[in-house]
């Protein structure tokens, strides 16, 4: 009887829906593994602060865990801070239909969901320090020998640096990331990222907002040839090559570790937050180097490219394709 019992718990617990905030094994585990201060719970944010964890500690995880990294001023989950913190719901939803376990699920929100203070955010030690203990706090939990990473927005140049590791030089300080968990990684996928910067943040805008910046921000340089302050034509007037721009991401573009064993990119032409069809000085901005393969929307929106694409998310950590 009693081995009845723990056979209908065992196919209860692998079959358990992904938790709306991270669950009470996993926040117990973070507390006496030294992440009691990383609040990766978020639970000031209710249910949609975080998500992830098993039901008890002896939940058996079959599936390889999958991290979310959402973009600038969105959150974990489907929030009702506005159209751009939807989360990552869908995904976690259509993932969960296929048999994943919020043992296999994870997301933690960074920064405040607040859009009105989008202008503000960077590339800063603070953001991905705390990233990468929660990317480290998941492969230790779960004992994975690989994760799969999904990132959205500026999730994918948060993420591809909390992969890679290496320093940074930024407002708050120099940090060290630590050692590259390329290793560790299967699947790297990047949505909608802007791995050369936005053209949005040419010009004056390098210096106005902190987002734009030329350190640690978007910046997309304001010349590469004789073409100025135009980098969205496509194709440009004159030729190109060489451009100057932001640091942060000419070392993440320069560094030739691969963020995982495969490297997948997603964009959308019809993208209103990056614009210009995804073009930066000819080039496609959410084109991670390196990349398996990659796929291109025509008409999706910015938000769209991670809201309504689960299904392609799920078909390139599970089969390697795009």
């Avoid at 995982?260 to 959308?268: I, L, P």
């Amino acid at each position: 009887m009693r081995s009845a019992f723990f056979a209908i718990l065992t196919l209860f617990l692998a079959s358990y829906p992904a938790s709306a905030t991270i669950t009470p094994d996993f926040q117990t585990w973070l507390s006496n593994n030294g992440y009691s201060g990383d609040n990766f719970a978020r639970a000031e944010l209710g249910t949609w602060g975080s998500t992830g964890g098993k039901i008890s500690p002896n939940q058996a995880i079959s599936h390889q865990p999958v991290i979310f990294i959402h973009g600038n001023s969105d959150c974990a989950l489907l929030s009702n801070r506005g159209p751009y913190a939807t989360g990552w719901t869908n995904s976690v939803s259509y993932f969960s239909n296929q048999g994943y376990s919020s043992a296999e699920l994870y997301a933690t929100t960074w920064g405040d969901v607040n859009s009105a203070n989008a202008a503000s955010r960077t590339h800063d030690c603070a953001t991905v320090q705390r990233l990468r203990r929660f990317v480290e706090a998941v492969l230790a939990y779960t004992k994975a020998p690989k994760v799969d990473i999904i990132s959205h927005s500026m999730g994918v140049t948060l993420g591809r640096k909390v992969v890679k590791g290496g320093s940074i030089h930024a407002k708050d300080g120099t940090c060290n990331i630590g050692s590259s968990l390329a290793s560790q990684v299967d699947t790297f996928l990047g949505l909608a990222g802007g791995n050369y910067g936005l053209c949005v943040c040419e010009g004056t805008s390098a210096v106005l907002e902190a987002t734009c910046n030329k350190d640690n921000g978007y910046w997309p340089g304001d010349d590469c040839g004789f073409n100025f302050l135009d980098c969205g034509l496509a194709p440009l007037p004159f030729p190109c090559s060489g451009v100057t721009y932001s640091s942060y991401l000419t070392a993440l573009n320069g560094d030739p570790t691969k963020e995982g064993d495969f490297v997948f990119s997603a964009w959308s032409f019809a993208d209103d937050v990056i614009l210009y069809g995804d073009n930066v000085w000819d080039q496609k901005t959410s084109l991670i180097p390196k990349s398996n393969g990659h796929k291109e929307y025509t008409d999706k929106t910015h938000m769209e490219t991670k809201e309504t694409t689960a299904a392609d998310q799920y078909n390139a950590v599970v089969n390697h394709h795009l």
